[in-house]
């Protein structure tokens, strides 16, 4: 149980350091949003690549924060349930749901998406618009994010199942 409990204090950690940097995606968000708003206004221009880099940062900021996210304890959950509970019946309920829903959601999402985000990458697909991005980028972003939260899940479980959390 201790090299268990040694990966997941590893996994909490990575979680926390790429939760912490995409954070600042909301600051390149927030400063693409304004720039593209000032050159619009002030000289009539605009492009497609920097519109979808905003989408970019900002699924980026959701997939590779899920994680830390989850970590933190900050995720929706079911108050009515837990509100009044129990630590260890807590603790039993998360254990259920992360088994039952949470890994097979990302299981799932990893078998959809890994073929998807490889299909861009060797095809050089690249978005439909004009001046548009690679897709690639967007599609490793929700491969990572889907493994970062999986293997947080894990995380998670060992840390419950030990009674750590």
């Known amino acids: 149980m201790r090299l268990l409990l040694d990966l997941s204090r590893g996994i ?6 790429i ?3 995409a ?10 949003a304004g720039g593209l708003a000032l050159s619009r206004r002030l000289f009539s221009l605009s492009s497609n690549a920097w519109y979808e880099s905003q989408w970019l940062f900002f699924a980026a900021i959701v997939m590779l924060g899920a994680a830390w996210t989850l970590r933190l304890d900050r995720h929706v959950r079911i108050d009515i349930l837990v509100s009044r509970a ?3 019946y807590r603790r ?3 254990i259920v749901g992360h088994l039952l829903m949470l890994v097979p959601f990302c299981i799932v999402h990893l078998w959809l998406a890994v073929p ?18 690679p897709l690639w980028p967007i599609r490793l972003v929700i491969v990572a994010g889907f493994t970062l939260l999986l293997a947080q899940a894990f995380s998670e479980l060992v840390k419950r199942i030990a009674g750590r959390a």
């Open 12 to 17: 909490d950690r990575l979680n926390a350091v």
């Open 19 to 21: 939760g912490r940097a």
């Open 23 to 32: 954070s600042w995606f909301v600051l390149a968000a927030i400063l693409v």
């Open 86 to 88: 129990s630590p260890a």
């Open 92 to 94: 039993r309920l998360d």
């Open 116 to 133: 998807w985000f490889w299909r861009a990458v060797l095809s050089g697909e690249t978005s439909p618009n004009l001046g548009g991005l």
